[in-house]
């Protein structure tokens, strides 16, 4: 019989708040709404992994009814993010390590080919977009916002990518990364001292600007491997999120 998961009671999450109002709802159909909020609040950890959610629940939370909730359930479950038992319920995936490895293994030797082509040749606008999300990155230091830190590491890599002509392949990425994120953002979450992570994105510009293929793909690869670190030190600290 399949072991229901259950939420970890080693550590607590930081709180995070909903981020339903930064979506605006008249460019989404009502599906895509509720979609895309479940997303979110599962790729933030707001719905931590474990957590039990029904239709009926979120049918109330967003003043719709069951059939949207019903096909946001189907594409998330098909992504890997929730988990149904017949007769037992839904509940939000656990990370699953191996997915996470294999995510990770996957952006590491893109990313180190991708930061090779981008010290042959990286466009000024691009460059001037990694300078302006250090400085964004440098902020967060002073007023840590867990959320924010994410999305301007993502943003980063995504611009990298971006200025190699290679932004489908950052797609791809994203698509194989729901566990992996998920794994990054419960490292964020739990440790604020983020002034390495900032310090190897800052590496990584100046081996691109003096055009240091090598020293620029050293750095790729220990950047990436620092998941590796992180997730043995997370799966003790949370032991209940992973499987």
């Known amino acids: 019989m399949d072991q229901i998961p259950k939420l970890s009671t080693k550590a607590a999450l930081p709180p995070i708040t909903s981020h ?34 029904s239709e009926k629940e979120i049918s109330l939370d967003f003043q719709v009814s069951r059939t949207p909730v019903r096909e946001s359930f189907v594409r998330l479950a098909q992504e890997g993010l929730l988990e149904v038992y017949p007769q037992r319920g839904t509940y939000v995936s656990l990370i699953h390590v191996d997915l996470v490895e294999e995510a990770r293994f996957m952006r590491e030797h893109l990313e180190r080919a991708v930061i090779r082509l981008a010290c042959a040749h990286f466009p000024a606008e691009q460059m001037s977009a990694l300078e302006q999300n250090l400085t964004l990155q440098q902020q967060c230091l002073k007023e840590p916002d867990d959320r924010r830190m994410f999305q301007l590491d993502e943003e980063f890599h995504s611009t990298l990518f971006a200025g190699c002509n290679k932004s489908k392949t950052w797609t791809v990425i994203e698509q194989m990364s729901v566990h992996l994120n998920r794994s990054r953002m419960l490292r964020l979450s739990s440790d604020h001292h983020w002034d390495h992570l900032i310090e190897q994105h800052r590496s990584m510009v100046r081996a691109i600007q003096q055009q240091d293929a090598d020293q620029a793909e050293r750095l790729a690869q220990e950047h990436l491997h620092l998941t590796v670190t992180d997730l043995t030190m997370l799966r003790d600290t949370y032991a209940s999120y992973f499987q």
């Open 20 to 53: 339903l109002s930064a979506l605006n709802k008249q460019a989404y159909s009502t599906r895509d709404l509720v979609y895309d909020t479940l997303k979110q609040q599962i790729l933030s950890l707001e719905l931590p992994p474990g957590t039990a959610i």
